[in-house]
C-alpha cells in the first residue's frame, strides 16, 4: 500500500489488486473505498485495479476550506502518475469527479454508473443548507433524511414525513454502515455544495475527448438515466446504457450482470473517431 504525495503536499495510500491494465476506481460520496470490495475484486479479474479514499475520508487528507473539485482532479492526477493508469471507474460523487477530470486530464476510457451530474436545479439551494445545518449541528439521522429528499426528489418515498424519514435514519445509523457512513459525514455538504457550483447543460461536458460510457440503473432515480443519456449526446466518443435491475447501491454489491458491461467496455479496444 504506497503512500504517494501531491503537488500540494497532501498524501494519498493507494490500494492496488488485480493484474493487467491499470483502472482507478473512485468511490462515491457517503462512502470510503472500502465499500468498493466486490467491484474491485469483480473488475481485478481483467486489470489492476488501484483505490484510495477521497478527502475527508478515514486516512486521507482533511477536506478543509481549501477544498474544490479541481482539488478532487490533483489527487486523481497524482494517482494517475504514480500507477500509469488512464482509465476510470467512477460511481455517485466519484462518477462527476472522473468527467471533471476528462476534461483536463489524458483519460482513455471512463465507466459512470449514476453519476452525480448537477444539471441546473438539481441540488437546491434550500435542501444542501438544511443538510449543511443537520451534519453541523450533529443531528446526523435528520441529515441522512435530507439527502434522501435531495437525492430522490420525485420519488413516493419522499411525500413522507420527514420524521419517518429520520426514524429510518437512525435505524440505519445503528448499522455497520450506518457507522462507517457518521465517519464521512462531515464531508458531504462541502462536496456536495461544491457539486452544485459546478451545474451547467450537458455541453459542459462536450469536449471531453476520452472514450466514455454513461451508466444508470433502472431502479435507481430517473434523472440519473436522463442525464447520462443528455450526456453522452454531447461527448464523441460516449454511449449511455441502462441496467436491468440496478439501484444506486449495485455499484457497491457488483452482481456479474451488473459488472459485466463494464467488464466488457474497459477490456475492448478503443474505438476511433
Known amino acids: ?37 466486490r467491484p474491485a475484486r469483480a473488475l481485478a479479474q481483467r486489470f489492476t485495479v488501484h483505490m484510495y479514499n477521497r478527502r475527508g475520508r478515514p486516512g486521507a487528507a482533511p477536506m478543509d476550506d481549501t477544498y474544490t473539485i479541481a482539488t478532487d482532479i490533483n489527487d486523481l492526477a497524482a494517482v494517475l502518475r504514480h500507477t500509469g493508469a488512464r482509465d476510470i471507474f467512477g460511481h455517485s460523487g466519484g462518477g462527476f469527479v472522473a468527467l471533471r477530470a476528462a476534461l483536463t ?18 441540488l437546491p439551494p434550500a435542501r444542501l443548507k438544511a443538510l449543511e445545518t443537520a451534519v453541523t449541528t450533529g443531528n446526523y439521522p435528520l441529515a441522512i433524511a435530507t439527502m434522501f429528499r435531495i437525492a430522490n426528489p420525485h420519488a413516493a418515498a419522499s411525500r413522507m414525513p420527514l420524521s419517518w424519514h429520520t426514524l429510518m435514519a437512525k435505524a440505519f445509523l445503528s448499522t455497520p454502515l450506518g457507522h462507517r457512513f457518521a465517519e464521512v459525514m462531515p464531508a458531504i455538504p462541502r462536496e456536495l455544495n461544491e457539486i452544485a457550483a459546478h451545474a451547467g447543460p450537458p455541453s459542459d461536458y462536450a469536449p471531453i475527448s476520452a472514450e466514455v460510457l454513461l451508466a444508470a440503473g433502472t431502479r435507481s432515480p430517473a434523472h440519473f438515466a436522463q442525464d447520462c443519456h443528455a450526456v453522452a449526446a454531447e461527448i464523441p466518443q460516449a454511449r449511455a446504457i441502462t441496467i436491468p435491475g440496478g439501484t444506486h447501491n449495485s455499484a457497491n454489491i457488483a452482481r456479474k450482470p451488473f459488472i459485466q458491461p463494464f467488464l466488457d467496455f474497459f477490456s475492448a479496444s478503443r474505438t476511433t473517431g
Open 1 to 37: 500500500m504506497p503512500t504517494i504525495e501531491t503537488d500540494t503536499g497532501a498524501e494519498i495510500t493507494v490500494h492496488s489488486q488485480g493484474s493487467g491494465p491499470g483502472l482507478v476506481l473512485l468511490h462515491g460520496g457517503g462512502v470510503g473505498f472500502r465499500e468498493y470490495a
Open 105 to 122: 486530464l489524458p483519460l482513455r476510457k471512463i465507466a459512470v454508473y449514476d453519476p452525480a451530474i448537477p444539471t441546473p436545479g438539481r
